[in-house]
T-cell receptor
Framework: TQLLEQSPQFLSIQEGENLTVYCNSS?????LQWYRQEPGEGPVLLVT?????EVKKLKRLTFQFGDARKDSSLHITAAQPGDTGLYLCAGTNYGQNFVFGPGTRLSVLP | EAQVTQNPRYLITVTGKKLTVTCSQN?????MSWYRQDPGLGLRQIYY???????DKGDVPEGYKVSRKEKRNFPLILESPSPNQTSLYFC????????????FGSGTRLTVV
């Protein structure tokens, strides 16, 4: 069974600070995705990474896929209260049994 | 607007009373899936469907049924709900077997008393 771990589990920071959250596995994935979920709503896709070493940027968010395609990181620059939410990573191997990590709950205080 | 629509958003029912949660997508996606989300356990896949008339078990299928008679609809059926099925349920759809990302519905919060 493929498992994804995320760290930290909880993170509370002040507006303007930078942060990095991590998604790790002992398994290789063909693609990995990051989602953000707000309370009472469904997760919303932020990015998909498919190539080892790939870096994608989405405004103040930078996503990196590990060279071995087993891990990923999400870095947020100058966090804002609107970044508050649950960040989920998810991996799949060519569409087989999609796996989600437990999430990192981020709180950005004004 | 491209979306996944779940109904109802909230449901309180009693043990043993059959219920169906509907899910419909308007993006012509082949792949659809049901998840439940519980505190401390994250999102766990219940059932998924690769296409019409093709369904398969996920990680936690016990106590649930699904059907995929049409491409757009993927209902979740609880034949005899029990309190341990109290949870937040999400339907999701994607093209290419999920590899390009899911579109999730807004969720159904189910309470079984």
């Amino acid at each position: 069974t493929q498992l994804l771990e995320q760290s930290p589990q909880f993170l509370s920071i002040q507006e303007g600070e930078n942060l990095t959250v991590y998604c790790n596995s002992s398994s290789v994935f063909s693609s990995l995705q990051w989602y953000r979920q707000e309370p009472g709503e469904g997760p919303v896709l932020l990015v998909t990474v498919v190539t080892g070493g790939e870096v994608k940027k989405l405004k103040r968010l930078t996503f990196q896929f590990g060279d071995a395609r087993k891990d990923s990181s999400l870095h947020i620059t100058a966090a804002q209260p609107g970044d508050t939410g649950l960040y989920l990573c998810a991996g799949t191997n060519y569409g087989q049994n999609f796996v989600f990590g437990p999430g990192t709950r981020l709180s950005v205080l004004p | 607007e491209a979306q996944v629509t779940q109904n109802p958003r909230y449901l309180i029912t009693v043990t043993g009373k059959k219920l169906t949660v509907t899910c419909s997508q308007n993006m012509n996606h082949e792949y659809m899936s049901w998840y439940r989300q519980d505190p401390g356990l994250g999102l766990r896949q219940i059932y998924y469907s690769m296409n019409v008339e093709v369904t398969d078990k996920g990680d936690v299928p016990e106590g649930y049924k699904v059907s995929r008679k049409e491409k757009r609809n993927f209902p979740l059926i609880l034949e005899s709900p029990s309190p341990n099925q109290t949870s937040l349920y999400f339907c999701a759809s994607s093209s290419h077997s999920g590899a390009n990302g899911y579109t999730f519905g807004s969720g159904t919060r189910l309470t079984v008393v």
